[in-house]
């Protein structure tokens, strides 16, 4: 979503190409990293379980899940950068106005601030 939010088109005018882009080789180097995208698979765990539900809350999610997210969110921000995404005016006008919290957001972001 992160990558959406900075990469992203604010209207059906802009192509989509940066943010696709952005987001394949986000993916395509998590499931390198980790083998792959889905939470039972990188857990071990199937959620609907009660018992193994219990074991995520009590261990595997501080274990496995919060390096994951890290490494995530740290990659995200590293593309986004390595993009070399500039804001322009036109790109932080949109059709739509958007919320005040999403569009402050939004630019804070594009800022280089996230």
């Not at 989509?16 to 395509?28: K, L, M, Q, S």
């Not at 274990?63 to 390595?82: D, H, L, S, T």
Request: with cysteine; aromatic share 8%.
């Amino acid at each position: 979503m992160t990558i959406s939010l900075a990469l992203g088109r604010d209207n059906s005018d802009q192509s989509r190409d940066p943010c696709y882009g952005a987001a394949d080789r986000f993916y395509n180097e998590f499931v390198e990293t980790f083998g792959s995208s889905q939470c039972r698979k990188l857990t071990g765990l199937d959620l609907k379980k009660p018992e193994q539900r219990e074991a995520h809350q009590n261990r595997i999610h501080v274990e496995r899940c919060n390096p994951i997210v890290a490494w995530a969110a740290k990659r995200a921000y590293e593309i986004i950068r390595k993009a070399k995404y500039r804001p322009t005016p036109s790109r932080l006008i949109t059709k739509q106005k958007p919320s005040v919290k999403h569009k402050s957001l939004r630019a804070h972001v594009r800022a280089g601030n996230a």
